[in-house]
């Protein structure tokens, strides 16, 4: 049997907590309060010297907890934080020991998962589409496209929250890139066990394997298991993009739910559902894309997971707020739908 708990499922004990990305501000924390639920993302306060201090993270969680809130994930550690080591680059020792002393004051703050990007592009996408129902602008992906403008396709030179500080001056292949993460695992994993931290891993969004000569190594299953086994641990997993894996050549979204979260690898979770896979894709509504989302949250359930599920990037719809509150609103709503139908048919979906 199971219970409702405003806005989660519960089944034999687990939890999926449905969030939102918030700040905290009064109108943001409003907002996610008027669609019911409990849980926030968020990002993660400013940098002093590199580290971020242990006194902003929890003032910051002092001010969700005052708002009936829970802050259970900071996505993302900032790029600008670790670039060098991202790059290989000679200043990367001073990162790394910035960025485990910020990883400690995580742990102190009592923030439990802290997703970070190894794109040392950052995402990509080449335009909006404006073909989408009712006008919808759907943000796609297209290879071909990308081809002919890609500095274009960059999407920190446009609005985005994470600012990547540059592009590579030559070539880094994919055994570079591997090689430096492996090197920063290796050192920072130990810290976050100490410090109580979950370290989850956000995959290469969108999933190609070379862009602009710069290699992107976490783009299928395989990266992904290679990635949670290099140092084993409780606290090197992965954030589970719904939308970016969806769109990996040839993956199964259902299979990779169930691989990663019966090695209780899924530490964190974006609800999106899109239409296509690499080369070229679109981001569409949740109840017109290429994922059985009905499947997919029966398979959360039964890999039991736990965690926070935030919903994803969204289409721009018609007469919309630039947060995008009624795109994200509906999702919301899509989702706590899902959840309630499991309610009603006694968690057995058949």
Not at 8 to 15: A, F, K, L, T, V
Not at 50 to 58: I, T, Y
Request: proline share 6%.
């Amino acid at each position: 049997m199971c219970r409702r708990i405003s806005g989660s499922i519960e089944r034999r004990g687990y939890i999926m907590k449905i969030a939102l990305f918030a700040s905290d501000s009064p109108d943001s924390m409003a907002w996610v309060q008027t669609l019911g639920l409990r849980h926030v993302v968020s990002g993660m306060p400013g940098a002093v010297d590199g580290v971020v201090p242990r006194q902003a993270l929890e003032e910051r969680r002092d001010r969700f907890a005052a708002h009936g809130l829970e802050w259970g994930v900071i996505e993302n550690l900032t790029p600008s934080l670790y670039d060098e080591i991202m790059f290989g680059l000679p200043g990367r020792e001073r990162q790394l020991d910035a960025v485990c002393r910020t990883i400690e004051n995580v742990g102190a703050a009592g923030i439990p998962v802290l997703q970070y990007q190894w794109m040392l592009l950052g995402g990509l996408r080449t335009e909006y589409s404006p073909t989408g129902r009712g006008g919808a602008r759907y943000p796609r992906f297209d290879a071909a496209v990308a081809a002919r403008m890609p500095a274009a396709c960059l999407d920190w030179l446009g609005r985005g929250r994470h600012r990547y500080p540059h592009v590579p001056d030559g070539p880094l292949s994919a055994v570079q890139v591997w090689e430096n993460l492996e090197w920063f695992l290796q050192r920072v994993v130990p810290v976050a066990e100490s410090a109580g931290v979950k370290l989850a891993a956000h995959p290469d969004d969108a999933p190609v394997r070379d862009y602009m000569g710069v290699a992107r190594i976490l783009v299928d299953e395989e990266a992904l298991q290679r990635l949670v086994d290099c140092v084993p641990s409780p606290c090197n997993g992965i954030g589970f993009c719904m939308g970016t894996v969806a769109t990996m050549a040839g993956v199964d979204t259902l299979h990779a739910i169930r691989r990663f979260g019966t090695q209780n690898k899924i530490f964190f979770a974006h609800f999106r559902n899109p239409r296509g896979q690499v080369p070229r894709f679109d981001e569409v509504f949740p109840d017109e894309g290429d994922i059985d989302m009905v499947a997919a949250v029966r398979a959360w359930n039964e890999v039991g997971f736990d965690g926070v599920i935030r919903i994803d990037h969204c289409p721009g719809v018609v007469g919309d707020a630039p947060a995008a509150d009624r795109s994200f609103a509906f999702q919301v709503g899509y989702l706590r739908g899902l959840v309630q139908m499991q309610e009603v048919l006694g968690c057995d979906w058949r």
